[in-house]
């Protein structure tokens, strides 16, 4: 009995607590059917129909201004293009920053969904092309919506600035440098937290995704030079053959991930493009490789460039060249960094979710790809703890089906992706909220 009771009594104290949460969980998740129903189904499917290429989402984001504008935000357009801020100043506080991305894709739309997108716009080469919400950032976009009316609506329950942030051309990761580089921190302030999401088909819905560790790898654009010595084909003595050099440094590439990074960290150096020669019985004097090359830390992706350098200069050597003629590598200036999650925040976050949420809600299981974002050219310099996490936005019975041996669950940037708009959007809403209310200290 001695032992029992104590027992019996925390249990009584657990219930009790979780009672409260799941009330409270209760109440804001009817909150959010409420507005869904009422204007975020509809602005869904208006954003749907309606995609635009990145960098010219100019109705995508005046019609979000407006949105963020009747709910009382002051909302700044034009930052970084098409960008848009929309501030709401509530006391003293922490300033938390919540970004969506705008952009659609150059994608017909295959889906069958009767409101697939038959949009198009003319691209920056000039060609007419259908463009579609391929990505999922028509729910990112609703889902900020539903966030700042009920951040609006409980402006009592918290203190401090909330900053919402529409962002411009994440497909090219160019739109968070570009609104960086129009002053966005020395303009409206510079964020304690921030935060954003991706809906994600390869989730069912009903699950967010979480993890203390990077959501996404850090990104290079690599291009090597080759120059060698052209010759007839026949007589291969009388020249240096690009081809056989480029095939050389492809091969000494795979080495440098299995032999430069420790085991348990991941890397990638994937060869995309190999370009070179004109005919069967010519010897180029040329070769071009176009590399990308995916990393998870500053330090890894120091060490992954160093082996690609290596590799090329030094076969250019082995291929007998003199030393201003050895392989050029160029690494582009569009390098995106790894976005890693600040472990407290995230901790923090996690375990207010699962409180939110209950069981078998939070995810957060292993990674298997190496995609990048260009969220974390908000957070890394200067340094802003950050949390980024996932929405599941495909029905469970669509995975069913495909282990089953029917259709496969579309990828993002398919014809055929499709999500699931009311789960998805509600679920991002909650969990924005949630975690937006305990940021700025309710
Ligand atoms: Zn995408
Ligand atoms: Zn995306």
Redesign the pocket.
């Known amino acids: 009995m001695n032992f029992f009771r104590p027992a019996c009594l925390c249990l009584t104290g657990l219930l009790g607590l979780s009672l409260s949460l799941t009330s409270a969980a209760d109440s804001l998740a009817s909150e959010v059917e409420a507005i869904y129903d009422a204007k975020l189904k509809d602005l869904f499917l208006h954003f749907h129909r309606n995609p635009e290429l990145s960098t010219m989402e100019h109705q995508t984001s005046a019609r979000l201004a407006t949105e963020l504008e009747s709910l009382g935000y002051a909302v700044h357009t034009g930052v970084g293009g098409t960008g848009i801020v929309a501030l709401l100043e509530n006391g003293e506080g922490p300033l938390v920053m919540f970004r969506a991305d705008m952009d659609g ?1 150059p994608v017909e739309e295959k889906s069958g969904l009767s409101y697939a997108s038959r949009a198009k716009q003319v691209d920056p080469n000039g060609n007419e092309v259908f463009v579609m919400h391929a ?1 999922g950032h028509d729910v990112h976009i609703t889902s900020l919506v539903g966030t700042a009316q009920l951040m609006a609506a409980k402006r009592d329950q918290w203190q401090g600035t909330l900053m919402l942030i529409g962002q411009p051309a994440e ?1 090219r990761v160019m739109g968070a440098a570009a609104m960086r580089a129009d002053n966005l921190w020395q303009r409206f302030g510079q964020p304690d937290y921030a935060m954003a999401f991706h809906v994600t088909s390869a989730m069912p819905t009903g699950i967010l995704g979480a993890s203390t560790d990077s959501p996404y790898s850090g990104a290079d654009t690599v291009d090597i030079y080759i120059t060698g010595v052209g010759a007839h084909g026949a007589s291969p003595h009388r020249g240096v053959d690009p081809i056989v050099l480029g095939s050389q440094i492809v091969m000494g590439l795979q080495t440098v991930v299995s032999r430069t990074l420790p085991p348990r960290r991941p890397g990638v150096i994937t060869v995309g493009a190999f370009h070179s020669g004109t005919k069967h019985n010519i010897i180029s004097d040329a070769a071009h490789l176009q590399l990308t090359v995916r990393s998870e830390s500053p330090g890894d992706r120091a060490l992954l460039l160093d082996g690609i350098s290596r590799v090329a200069e030094n076969m250019g050597r082995v291929a007998g060249l003199p030393d201003d003629l050895l392989p050029e590598v160029v690494v582009s200036d569009e390098s995106v960094p790894p976005t890693l999650n600040d472990r407290a925040l995230t901790e923090r976050v996690m375990a207010l979710w699962s409180d939110h949420f209950g069981e078998g809600v939070l995810f957060s299981g292993e990674r298997l790809g190496m995609g990048a974002e260009d969220f974390p050219f908000f957070t890394v310099d200067p340094y802003i703890p950050s949390l980024y996490f996932a929405v599941g936005g495909t029905p469970p019975e669509d995975f069913a089906r495909e282990q089953a041996g029917g259709a496969p669950v579309p990828s ?2 398919s014809p055929l992706f499709k999500i699931e708009p009311d789960a998805s959007v509600t679920m991002g809403v909650e969990a924005s909220v949630a975690a937006l209310l305990d940021l700025l200290g309710s």
């Open positions: 894709l990505c497909e993002h940037h």
